[in-house]
């Protein structure tokens, strides 16, 4: 690559000065800060867990763990079968973040070419894309996935990723194309088109890296919504099985305790969701805010 | 006006066709065979061979494909694999439950979602304000199914104020719960978007107009501010129809509601897919219906767009 350094320089204080406006925005520096919470908990699960997720410390150590509520040594209780629920609950953020992270993926390698082509392009294409996104839309998001899911007898979490992937491009294929619109006529794109560039080169390489920050805001919003839905699959059966340590299994594991009065197996995977979900909400708006995205039509 | 809602009727109808055959597809390439499923362990192969041919199984695709159009045309939705039941009247009977859970989750998160709006942003970064848009923005990131849980302990089994799971013969009691549940994110998101809306309205030169000739404060919030700042409300609630089909999937399950959720569900869990077909597809038009309405509700609220594409 040749050296261009004041296209360099511009980037770099872009970037800068979307730092500083970040780092000055409070719910957005919260947002980062529980973020980073989470990944350090899905990455360290195994060392800052007290004990084994799957250790069922009711038959193993002492019967009277089974349902035993909040306590010192469990400071989230135990469960019916004397597994220590904040263990639990520490592992769970990495299924939810696993689900998360390659839900995102898959929605991105759809969402994004299929939107730059609808909006570059235009005509016929834009059409048929705009078509196949209005269609999706109107699925009930949650029986499209649980449709998806049930195809297969034996529910897997990848299974559970690519179906979430195969709904969620929609919003994301939107943008990317409402982007490509309001780009494709620039002299930037002129210029490259008169240069006789290859049209996958002006769609990826030069229109791009200029529609980027809607795609990355719409991103991290959108992980809040993948997490809520795998959870609700895991919530219905469809999701995650037991043994495995899922927020959503949990809550679902733990209700029928709730009108005993046995609250914590189901509400504190709850509050886990709920943290996780407004990290990133925060950091989406934070972003937001800072690339100084404008939602456009 | 007219060709408004007429152009919106037609640009509806491939949309319409493409959630059809999308199920069809969906439900034509699932593994199993359900003659087999229908006629159980014991089924021989003459009784299977038979059930397939009355399902119709054994056309090729194309055909079992036209044969679908045709009937569902007709309103008719096919067989349920499980009991002896017509897809359509079983979609009948759950419907009403449904759409009563709906339409009050609707009506309770629209009611609630538009004056905390309106409160917030009359009073910006007000303890009103602050307390109302943290709770608004809980209520967009807790899992609804979890909210429903929480609010059964809290209030059927700690206070003991009102019922808990089940539809209760329609007692009212009975839907508390439930349509609070299912109203919670609708209505947090309408709270947060009215607040921002109304305050971008209110920094606008006509209501700067509107005081200095003396309007009354809460005439120019009303008559003045409100009416501009419903338009991306109004699609909001449109939108919302999708969250709240599929909120009330999770909904029903928590409360043993008799809706379509729960239909549809059970459905799942029996690999009953002439079920889950229908009951996809109603939901979906279902959608689109509401989503017609908020499109040609905008020509009354917003001259502009019905003359949009009429140049």
């Known amino acids: 690559m040749e050296a261009n350094p004041i296209r360099a320089e511009a980037g770099e204080s872009l970037l800068k000065e979307a730092w500083v406006r970040f780092r000055r925005n409070k719910l957005a520096m919260l947002g980062l800060i529980m973020t980073l919470s989470i990944i350090f908990a899905a990455i360290f699960a195994g060392v800052l867990a007290p004990y084994d997720p799957k250790a069922q410390l009711a038959f193993t150590v002492n019967p009277a763990l089974k349902l035993a509520g909040p306590s010192m040594q469990h400071p989230m209780g135990n469960d019916l079968y004397g597994r220590d629920i904040l263990s639990r609950v520490l592992h769970g953020a990495r299924i939810s973040l696993e689900i998360g992270i390659f839900a995102t993926l898959v929605t991105i390698m759809i969402g994004v070419p299929l939107g730059a082509i609808a909006g570059y392009m235009g005509g016929v294409w834009d059409d048929l894309i705009s078509w196949l996104v209005n269609v999706i839309f109107a699925f009930p998001f949650i029986l499209f996935v649980l449709a998806v899911v049930s195809v297969f007898r034996n529910p897997s979490l990848y299974l559970v990723f690519v179906a979430i992937g195969l709904v969620n491009w929609v919003a994301l294929c939107r943008i990317t194309r409402g982007q490509f619109i309001s780009l494709r006529g620039s002299e930037f794109v002129e210029a490259a088109r008169a240069l006789g560039l290859p049209t996958w080169k002006i769609i990826f390489r030069h229109i791009l890296p200029n529609a980027i920050a809607p795609i990355i805001v719409q991103t991290t919003l959108g992980m809040g919504g993948i997490i809520t839905l795998e959870a609700g699959l895991a919530y219905l059966g469809f999701g995650a099985q037991p043994p495995t340590p899922s927020w959503g299994l949990m809550i679902s594991e733990g209700q029928q305790y709730i009108a005993r009065g046995q609250w914590w197996w189901s509400i504190f995977p709850g509050i886990a969701i709920m943290y996780t979900v407004l990290a990133f909400n925060f950091l989406g708006d934070g972003l937001r805010d800072a690339l100084d995205v404008r939602q456009k039509r | ?311």
């Open chain 2, 1 to 311: 006006m007219f060709s408004h809602v007429v152009r919106k009727l037609l640009q509806s109808i491939p949309v319409v066709w493409g959630v059809v055959t999308a199920v069809f597809i969906l439900m034509a390439v699932v593994p199993g065979d359900p003659a087999r499923l229908m006629a159980g362990q014991r089924g021989d192969p003459a009784t299977i061979e038979k059930i397939r041919h009355d399902l119709g199984l054994d056309l090729p695709l194309t055909q079992q494909y036209t044969k679908f159009i045709g009937e569902l045309s007709r309103g008719d939705l096919g067989m349920s694999y499980r009991n002896n039941e017509r897809v359509a009247a079983a979609i009948k009977t759950r419907f009403y439950a449904t759409a009563r859970l709906t339409v009050w989750a609707m009506l309770l998160a629209v009611t609630i979602g538009l004056t905390t709006g309106i409160i917030s942003a009359s009073k910006p970064n007000s303890p009103f304000d602050y307390t109302a848009m943290f709770v608004a923005v809980s209520g967009v990131s807790a899992p609804v199914f979890w909210v429903g849980l929480l609010l059964l302990l809290v209030f059927a089994y700690s206070l003991n104020w009102i019922p808990g799971i089940g539809a209760g013969d329609g007692n009212w009691k009975y839907l508390v719960l439930p349509a609070i549940t299912l109203g919670v994110r609708p209505a947090a998101i309408i709270a947060r978007l009215t607040r921002s809306c109304m305050l971008e309205v209110m920094s606008q030169d006509y209501i700067r107009t509107a005081r200095a000739k003396g309007v009354k404060e809460s005439a120019v919030v009303i008559r003045h501010a409100l009416k501009n700042a419903m338009i991306p409300v109004v699609t909001i609630i449109g939108t919302s129809v999708s969250d709240l089909l599929s909120g009330a999937v999770l909904t029903e399950s928590i409360f043993a509601w008799p809706g379509l959720g729960r239909l549809a569900v059970e459905a799942l869990v029996n690999r009953d897919f002439p079920m889950i077909r229908g009951v996809v597809i109603v939901m979906a038009l279902t959608f689109l219906v509401a989503n017609l309405i908020v499109d040609i509700s905008y020509g009354f609220i917003d001259p502009r767009v019905r003359y949009e594409g009429e140049k």
